[in-house]
């Protein structure tokens, strides 16, 4: 069995200043080293101011990923030499003497799948090291220290995932909830970032780090489980390491392994208070909190009828939650999401792409609407909808450029029939004994028609030729 | 023209014009230039802007313009105490060329008061030490007698103000670095409550325990000074709201009816013989004038050294890694070096005692040993807290001599850590229960060397402790320095 855990580090891009210091959060666009001060960059004598908003917007991720906050929270000193940590320690939470972190023991669930969350963490961001050419064979870092003290909250997952799949659509579902609840632009280059550690069968845990997109963690989960599972396949064990991903090679790469055994000498950091989190904080928070994914479930399935399975999925998914709000009407709705799910969510299904959708809520409503007053099929639809994610045409200028109108006339529609009765003499024949083959011979008038003929007026008319 | 006039004295001459703030800013320059090379107080002195601003001073006075409390009065800082535009070295290699683009709040409250920065003072490396003899600029020497250590780490501190070189000077105190050089070099010293007086701008070595405090001739311009350095600071989330106390109202409010505990546990044992009877005395003293002393015992001090050494060196190793030369620092050329191999050179030049706390710290807070180490030594402080809170239901100060011993030889004990650390016995526990203590000069020695007593009370009790140290001092006539 396959088990798979994430370590996720996410802006909270959505505040003013930076955690300690009023320097702006907002570090990008900045000329290197000009978005800084004393604080951030630690010189002697100074001092961390903690920004009470991250507080409350890491407790928001916090219950809005179901775990316990406790009433007091507290900070710890991560001690390690790197040059983007100017205070060679990092500032961030630690629960080994006690759980004094802004989030622990969480759990949501996505499509039928408990994740348990072990514990979310407030800490800075360090500064960014510039290679001058790859890492590996630089002569010359740059530091820029823009970045140094950006609010990151840290979500650590239990091994609960057990396919490479799962962890795309988790992924999908925290960013959204972290766009959602207002703390985060996951979008920003650098806002989300993920970690991986995953073990296959009863072989060692391997942690892969360095992986640039949401996109590519996918990518390094498939490698890691197949290149596992091949040296399990030969009798050899896996080594319990931490690997790199390789964003070039597609591939993942033992890092020197010294950076494991490392001794952090964690810290209490009594320059920073015990923070009190009270009933009431909770509460006020809790009201800011926007519709979870399981009340809007509930909805689509109370309101339209919509399936379980169906709702289960459009609900976890803000983007195409959001669209289905705005697309949907009280007719329609059903149909509209079946859309979504069955058909959309295939072309785009990964955080790109949906950015690449040239498809708006009025493409979508006109498309529903056509389909359910038979103006084109439901086959037809699914065309013009590649066309039209596409290239964002209308929908009248798809069907008609596609030449994908439906044949309803029974004029045109009798010559088609007959040359397929022409055709398939056998199954005529058949069919006049047996009416389970009329179905083929609907079936192959919808063919030639590139399934725009509708089905009931063919139903209709080679059932009146064959009674004939 | 009297350089050891007090502070408040100060003011009130330059007030009625008997003397201007340019000539006596003068004079003091003069006067540090005189001794500097026998006592090296002084790490950087700022003559020139102190000279300019004593000037601009002199004019606004003379123009009846509105001027700070402070009037011009010529302070020294430690040199562990940030100061725009000045260095701050810390009196280590590593910050030899530092200087800091911003003041620590206490240092723009001073100025705000038209304090005059006259400049930086010698200590400890990173205030690591007691004897200020751990300095890269070399040691300090005490007024009373040259071959002698002032005390430390705050050494500059207590020279300065005691050889007249400054009327006051803010210190440092995480272990009893205040209270100590004044102590030896007979001035007042007071370590202030946790949280009382920002540490913004204070470079840390012990953060959950050190508190600026400041150094002065008199009990009368500590209140004074503490009024101007106290409060609440945005940029030290740690400090405390005071309500605005004025230390100096009621000063003279004495001693009758208040109850003080003498601490057994630093009264007896290892304690010199002349400190025990100097310390008798001022019982004595003070039971003249009406206090009840009775003998209160607060064992847990026994433990306070080894929680003390662990928790500060703990702090310390980690404070201090910040110094990697990248940013700021000294000379050290990059070439040749990958990162962790530049770091480790140039953390070489950390003087012996600072290595010996970092290392000490880093192994403390290592994996496997931080229960064993760092957490019991907080069950200690925790213990001693709770202690002196049973205590202080029952009396309103602790007494107990500011050092064990008198001044001893530069040199002396310096290859001798733990006879070093064993110094700090009676001056820790203020630090690690975060409660103000003071010394205040109490007599002199047959060898002609300073005593000081040393007085405790409870969190935020700095104006009952200011009122007690006064009757103190009132029942004292010491000889001037002899230098």
Redesign the interface.
Known sequence: MTKIGLEIHCQLTKLESKLFCKCKADYRNHPPNSNIC?IC??????????NKKAVEKAAMISLALGCKIPEKISFF?K?Y???DL????QITQYNA?GPTSIGSEGRVEIQNNEIRIRRIQLEEDPGRLIYEGSSEKTLI?L?DYNRAGTPLVEIVTEPDFETPKQVRIFLNVLSDLVENIGVSDPYLEGALRVDGNISVGDGNRVEIKNVGSFRDIEKALHFEITRQQSLLGRNIPVQGETRHWDEARKITVSSRSKEEEQ?Y????E????VVIIDAITIATLQRQMPESIVARKESYVKKYGISTQVADVLASDKFYSDLFEKAHNEANAKEVANIITTDLMGFADTREKKIELKLTAKHLSDLVDAIMSNKITRNSGKIALQEIVKTGKSLSEVISSLDLGHVKDEGSLEKIIDEVFKEEQKAVSEAKQNDDAVNYLVGKVMRKTKGKADPSTTIEIVRKKLSS | MNLGISATEFVSQVRDGTISVEEFVAKTIERIQKVENKVHAYITLNDKNALEKAKIIDKKICAKEKVGSCLGMPISIKDN??TAGLK?T?ASKM?EN?I???D?TVVSKLKAQDAIIIGKVNLDEFAMGSTTEFSYFGPTKNPWNIEYVPGGSSGGSGVSVSAFESLISLGSDTGGSVRSPASFCSVVGLKPTYGLVS??????YA??IEQIGPVARTVEDIAFILNIISGQD?????TIDNGSVDYTRDLDAGVSGRKIGIITQMTSDGIDKEVVSATNRAISKLQGLGAECTPVSIDAVEHSVAAYYTIAS??A??NL??Y?N???GFDFGIEGYE??AY?SKVRGNFGPEVTRRMLLG?FV???GY?GKY??KAQKARAKIKSQLDEAFKKVDFLIAPTMPILPFKIGEKIDDPLTLYLLDINTITANLSGIPAISVPFDISSSGFPIGIQLLANTLQEKELLQAAYALQETTNLPEVPI
Do not use: Q
């Open positions: 004393p960059v630690g010189l002697p004598g100074s001092l961390p101011m903690l000193r001690n030499f790197y040059p100017p205070k060679n320690f003497y870092t530091v001794d000498r964690y810290i209490p009594v320059d920073i208070p | 105490i940030c701050t810390c910050l530092f800091a683009p911003y620590a540490r913004h701008g204070l470079v840390s953060n959950s945005v940029r030290d989330n740690t703990a702090e190793s980690s890694a910040r990697d990248l940013r700021y990162f962790k770091v880093a807070l290592s994996a931080y760092y957490l």
